[in-house]
Structures are given as C-alpha cells and as structure tokens.
C-alpha cells in the first residue's frame, strides 16, 4: 500500500474537560442522552490533549482505528454510532446544498489513528477528549460543518463539552431524538486568565466501577440521583452561569465543591454503593476547606470524577502557596523534581500559620503528582504535515 | 461523709442500640427532635453494656455525676435537660396520685456513677447507652414509671431507642413540643433468635466531626437529607417493620444496606462534606458484596454510623465462615488470639471459591477486633448490691 496515495488526511488535536456542574446518568443509553444538564471547563490543550489523525482513501478496504498505538475493534458500538453520525451529517449537507450526486469520498474507508498526551494512569476522562478529537477530525476529513454535539455525544457523553473552548454548558434538552441535547460555549477561554487549574494524580490502587456501568446503576437504584437532577441541578446551572459570567471565584468554587459532593453522594446512594474517593480524595478535601478557614474565604475548589484524583480551581495569585500546601502534607517520594508538570509555578514559602492550620497527617506519597495548566481552546486542526499520526500508506507511523 | 445513709441507692444497666433506618437531623436543637423516624436493633448487654449507679441523700450537696471513673461538670445542659425532666416527671405523678405533699426525696441532689464495658475507641454510641441507663436509673429512684422517652432524647437523641429490647422504632412525632416523639419496641428480643451481630473495630487516624455538629450541618447544607428524610424515610420505615415481623433476612439486610450509604451520602452532600466511612469501610462494604454475591442471595449486611466501624447483620448459620472471610481480608496484626470476642464462633474453612471471589486485596490489621453479639433486651435493674459504683458515701468505689 506504500504507493498509494490518500485521497485527504488531517490531524487536530482536541482538549479534556472538567465538568463543574456534574452528569451522571443517562435517560436514553443509546442516544446517550443525559438526565440533567452539565457545566465544564475546558483545560489548555498545552498540557493536556488527543491528537487524532484520520484519512480516507479509495484504497482502504475497511475502517480502521488506532489508540495510543494499538489497533482496536473498529466495531465497537460507539465508534459505528460516531461513523455512522458524521456520515449522515456529510450526506445530509451536501444534499442540501444540492450537489446532487454524493461525493465519492464518503463511500471511502476511514484509517484513524490518536493518541493522548497524558497518561491513562492520570485518571482524566481521556474518551471525552478522544471522542471530542474524533468528531471534529472526521468532520474535517468529510467537510461537514457546524455543530458536532450528537456525533461526540455518542461516543461518549461528555465529550461534547470538549467541542468547544472556555466554558462550556451541556443542554440536556427534551426532545426525544437528542437533536436539543447540545453543547455549547458559555464563556470563551480569555474570559477568565486569572483562573489555575491543577490536576492532583492520585495514587489509586486499583480501577475503578467504569462510568458507564456505575451511572446506569445508579439510574436504577438512587432516590437521590433523581432528585438531585430534577430538583436541585437546574437552579444550580443558572448559579455557575452567572458565577462564571460575573468571574464571582467564591461561589464558583463552592459551587463546584458542591456540587463534586453530590455527584459522589449518589454513586454512594447507589446499591451496591460506588466510591470514587478514597482516603486521599478526602485528605485533599480536608486539605482545601482547611486553607479556605485559614485564610478566611475561599480562595481554592476541588472536583472529582469518576476517580480518586483530585481537579483543584484556583486564582493565579494562590496557585503558589496552594501547591506549597499539597507538598506539605503530600511530600512527594521519589520523584520530588518532577512533581510538579505543565504550567510553571514560582515556589512559594508556606507560612507557619498555614502549616499550623493543615491538620491532617502528612501523607506521603498519596499525590503522585500535579499537572499545572489553565482554560484552553477547544480542538485545533494542525497544519504541519510532520504531525500526522497516519504515514503515507495510511498506517500508523511508528507501525510501518 | 462515710457515715451517713445513702436515702436510695439503684444500679441499672443498659444497652447500645444500632439503626437499621437512620437518624441524622433535629427538627429541634433544644429538645432533640428528630426530622425523621428511625429503627434500631438492641444490642445483647452480655457483650456491651453501660452500668449505671444514682444514689440520692439529704447530705448531698449538689448533684455530681462520674463517667468512667472521672467526674463530669454536671453542669452540661444535656444532662441537666434530663434531671429536670426525670424530677419532673417524679412531680407530676405524685401529684397526679394525689398524695398532695411532695416527698422529700424529690429534693434531694443525686450523684450518678456511670461506666461502659467497652472502650470508647470501639466508636459505638456510648451517648445512647449512657443515657438509656441514666434516665432508667433515675426512673428507679424517683420513682418514676411508664414511657422515659422524653427523658433519655433529651439527653442523646437516639437514647430513647435504648430504652427498649428487641426492635425499636422511634416515631418522629409531630408536636412542637415533642410529646409524641417517642420510642416503642415494635418486636421482642426473642423475636428473631438466629440474627447474629458482629461489630467490626477499624483502626481509625483520627476523631471525626461530632454528630451533633454534624447533623446541625447537614440539616442546613444537604438538600439530598431533607429530600431523604421527607421523601424516602417514610416508605422505609413501613418496610423494614414488615422485614423484621417476617424475618426477611434478604430484605432486611438490603434495606439495612441502602439506609446507611444513603445516610452516609447525606454526610457527603453536606458543607463542608463529612466522611465517616474510610477505606478499610469501603473494602468491609465490598467484601459484603462479594460475599452476598458468591452466594447468589444476601447473607450478610452491613451498616454504619457515625464513624468507620462497620456492623454486620447475618444468621447464626453464616456468622462462621463471615468471620473466616474477614479474617482472610483484614489478618490480626498482633492479637490473633483476642482478634473475636464475645460470642463464641467455631472457626470454618473458607472455600477456595470464596476466597477468589473476594477480590480485594487483604488489608492486615485493618479491622482491629470482631465483637460477635446478638439482640438483646432493654434496660435491667441490678439487685445485687455489690455492683453499686457508688459507695456508702456516695462517692465511686475506686475513688475513695
């Protein structure tokens, strides 16, 4: 296949997110259609991102996908279901822009290729940017425009909040079909510089119940998951709306305290129960309202997903002293130069005061380590044809 | 004082009850009434107890009270809340008899020596067996008879459980002024003679958040408890009383269950959130699970209160090889040989099923001692005059 040539190849990259505003559970589990909406933030994709490479060819025989190296089933249900979705949109566009005849691209087999920068091990919901990166790179490939909501969405839910840059709102919509289950932008990535971002790499001793699995039990099983999405989230989104809106970073940050809590509460009201925190998810809670108290406001926020690490939001001028804490009363084991990654961060003395106010046992070793980083863009198409991720016969680069 | 004449001298024990439906909340701070109804099991008092001895004399000078061999400012407005009411209740039926004249007695200041047979680290609710026995010795020596529920809430809340033997429900009630916020048994001791009870004694870091602080935060933080204790407690209580009347193991134990992750999902939706439950809880609950679920039927329960040691509910035919699969995932660090105490259990072999069915990695010394118990009876008079803790002159034996 070396000669053969590719009839369009392109690489983009595409951003986590961090939900402040939690979704779990699902009203429809094929559209994958959530039963409350959802508020994230889009972390840069400097420290944090998938790059895909998709490419057609006539020469192709049969979809194929690679992730972070190995070839997978391309049968997959969510995969076909994110095929099968850009390719309506692309038939679904050209007819209405009365082309007539269908181009001949889309009866081309598609070879993909992605990989993420960040560790799996990081805990870091790695299918929202990997669905994310594969929606906005196949809509490249086929030239399909606007919206990715539905095709990123079933993939995986909350990968269509990766779509978009800054903050991001997840509309649950009503409709049946899933046409008004949307993401979109609610502030842009320059609305709040001042914002920090740091992911605490938990050291966890095993996987945990998967999101999927855990979010259709707790569906069946939690009186208080549906309350909490019926009753309690839609007041809450209008709350992180106009936090966000109005950069308020003590009510955002208690909010999205909150609001992690409850997320938490009800995989624990599930039955049998999901615990996604361990005993070091909850030294760093103590961690953070300990340096709150201290300092008499709140000047730092935690969240957790379906994991033991921990997404802490804070202002640029505590970033410093917040990291100083977490060494404190995380001393890193082995790899104490490398403990802190991403963003750079200026040490900062910690105060006798603050020392005295952390109450919990240090704990060493329980925070592998900290990935600085701030709000980005959303996906990005790369330009640089060194990048591809697929060579010239449409195979993986380092697979040739 | 070693000369004079104690005018009446009572020593009455009293048991630790443990919720299967939880109480966590007051609708009122002041005469502890609760936001919603609950129901506990009676501990048998040959393995957990409180001795409590009140002795009342012309000579005394003040009212004065010794817990564990050390005095106690008898000033606490709990315990004072409890000698008014137990004095007032003294009053009103002389009264009510119509023998015109109080006697004397109700004049006299009391001393009160009060001791459990367990240690405090073993995290069980030593306030409602304190209380339990403080208002039911009192009661002897005020003469005072009929329902002591008003008496023993006001001192803990969920003493008034403590009151009865058996299955105890206490019933929320609806005045203002708590008149029919009371407890009843709503099954004898005898009703249910295979239920076993098994605490488990986790090696805990630290002290936790208080309960009376703790439910006073919840109840102005948790949407989800209110929601609980209006929505979900009712419904409950109705099926946990039709379990315990047809001995429903596998329902009970479920329900048993659910009440305490739900309860303790409350405490997570508090703020700033409260964690009861550690890993070594988190790996008891899963290895319930496994268990249960290698057996294809629910043999085992778990429940937990405020705190990481966790109760277990199972039959008199499964208590044995429970225990071998406690022992497999927690081995006795040091005291092997006292890592059982109470009850007397056969040791059984643990199939090699069973043991590749409990997944979680064994965690040694984890779970410290297993008490094995079973349901007991409410409060008992002590005739024997030796187990006075108060000597003839009023004062505790051992500190004479």
Redo the contacts between chains.
């Keep these: 296949m070396a000669s053969e040539k590719l009839q369009v190849v392109v690489t983009c990259t595409a951003p986590v997110n961090i939900a402040v505003i939690k979704y779990w559970g699902k009203r429809d589990e094929a559209l994958i259609l959530p039963i409350n909406s959802s508020l994230s933030v889009t972390l840069h994709q400097d420290q944090l991102r998938t790059t895909t490479t998709a490419a057609i060819s006539k020469d192709f025989t049969e979809d194929r996908i690679w992730l972070n190296g190995r070839e997978e089933a391309v049968g997959q249900p969510r995969l076909q279901a994110c095929l099968r979705e850009i390719r309506r949109l692309a038939r679904k566009r050209r007819s209405m822009e009365g082309e007539g005849a269908l181009p001949l691209s889309l009866s081309y087999k598609v070879h993909v290729a992605s990989v993420n920068n960040f560790p799996t091990a990081a805990g870091l919901a790695s299918s929202a940017a990997g669905y994310a990166c594969l929606a906005y790179t196949l809509a490249q490939v086929y030239g399909v425009e606007g919206d990715l909501s539905e095709v990123a969405r079933q993939g995986s839910g909350s990968a269509c909040r990766s779509l978009y840059g800054g903050f991001v709102e997840w509309q649950m919509g009503e409709q049946a079909d899933g046409k008004d289950s949307i993401a979109q932008q609610v502030a842009p990535e320059w609305h709040w510089p001042e914002l920090r971002i740091l992911v605490l790499v938990v050291s966890a001793?095993?996987k945990q119940t998967g999101s999927t699995v855990g979010m259709q039990t707790s569906v069946e099983t939690s009186?208080?998951l549906k309350?909490?999405a019926e009753?309690?989230v839609p007041a809450r989104m209008k709350e992180m709306m106009r936090c966000i809106k109005e950069r308020d970073f003590p009510g955002f940050a208690?909010l999205t305290?909150?609001d992690s809590?409850?997320f938490?509460?009800?995989c624990?009201?599930?039955?049998?129960?999901i615990?996604y925190?361990?005993?070091t998810s909850?030294r760093i809670?103590q961690l953070v309202?300990c340096f709150n108290t201290h300092h008499g406001q709140t000047k730092v926020a935690y969240t957790f997903d379906a994991g033991p690490n921990a997404v802490i939001f804070t202002l640029d001028d505590t970033v410093a002293e917040f990291v100083a804490a977490v060494r404190h009363s995380f001393p890193p084991s082995a790899n104490g130069d490398k403990f802190l990654k991403g963003l750079q961060v200026t040490p900062a003395p910690l105060s006798d005061e603050l020392k005295a106010a952390l109450t919990t046992?240090p704990s060493p070793g329980s925070v592998q380590y900290i990935i600085a980083t701030q709000v980005g863009p959303g996906p990005q198409v790369l330009d640089d044809p060194h990048v591809h991720l697929l060579g010239p016969d449409g195979l993986p680069q380092w697979a040739a």
């Design positions: 001793e095993k009186a208080l309350f909490r009753s309690v208690q305290m909150k809590n409850q938490h509460a009800t624990l009201d599930t039955f049998p129960p615990s925190l361990n005993d909850r809670i309202h046992e």
